[in-house]
Every structure is written in structure tokens, then in C-alpha cells.
């Protein structure tokens, strides 16, 4: 039988992790930078459960992501008067393949982290520059510090609630 607690335990959990994402928002939104890649780069690090160590390998993950969206969409421009329509799938092919031979390498490993940084590039609608990887990146490490935080404090509500009723 779940113990009275428990949706107490719940709302404030809910509550603390809706804090956290408000201000995390609210500091993207300040510095001008993409809120959806902050929420792409929360979600990449939270792959990795509660590791801190996968989180950040996520988060490097996600960011080659990123690097990789532009070097797609500057090989797309570059074969576009050679290849014509076919440039676009075929730039997306070799993203893809390189993207899944990643998967030996430890412990930036994920796909779907490396996904959600291409999603995020792809996304932003943005040019491929130097700029636009430091804003998409930086909105995306404040996500993954953001879920980092979230985490926390999820543990200090559940041990707060614990020992009130222990």
C-alpha cells in the first residue's frame, strides 16, 4: 500500500524539477539563445539515467551533433550543383553512417544523444557558422546542467520527505 507520502513526495518533485526548467528557460532566454536546444540538450544528457558521467558523455555527444549538422548542410551546399536533389540525401546518408559507427566509441557512444544534436542544428534553421554551434551549444549545455540540477533536486526532496516521515 503506497504510504501517505507518496503524493506529497510526488507534487514536490514535480514542483522542483518545473523550478529548475523555469530557470533554465529563463536564463536562455536572457542570453538570447534558442530555448529549444536547451531542452534538446536536457533530454540528451537525461539518456544516461542519473550518471553524471553518461550525462556529460551525452552532452559531448550531443554537441559533435551539432558540428556534424553543419558540416552536413555545408556538404549539401557544396554537392547541390554537382548532385542536385540527390546532394541532400546523400550528405544524410554518410551523417547517419557516421553517426552509428560512433556507437564503439566510449563514452561518447550514444546515437541518440548525437540525434538530438543534429535535430537541434537542423531545428535552429540557422547558418552553419562558428556562432551558431557556440549559441546552440552553450542553450545546450545549460539544458544538460539544468537536468543535472533537476536530479538533485529530485534527491533532496525524496530524502526530505523520507526522514520527516522515518
Known sequence: MPSATAPMRFHAISLSVAAVAAVATLGTNSAMLPAPAMFLGW???DLAGPSLRGGAANTGSFLLGLAFGAGTQVATLALTPTLGVLAGPACVAAVVALVLSLRK???INNPLAY??????????????????????????????????AAGFAQGVVTRATEARHA
Open 105 to 107: 566509441l566510449a563514452p
Open 115 to 148: 540525434f538530438l544534436g543534429l535535430t537541434s542544428f537542423f531545428y535552429s534553421g540557422l547558418a552553419p557558422t562558428g556562432e551558431t554551434l557556440v549559441n546552440l551549444g552553450v542553450a545546450g549545455v545549460i539544458g544538460g546542467l539544468a537536468c543535472a
Open 43 to 45: 533530454v540528451a544528457f
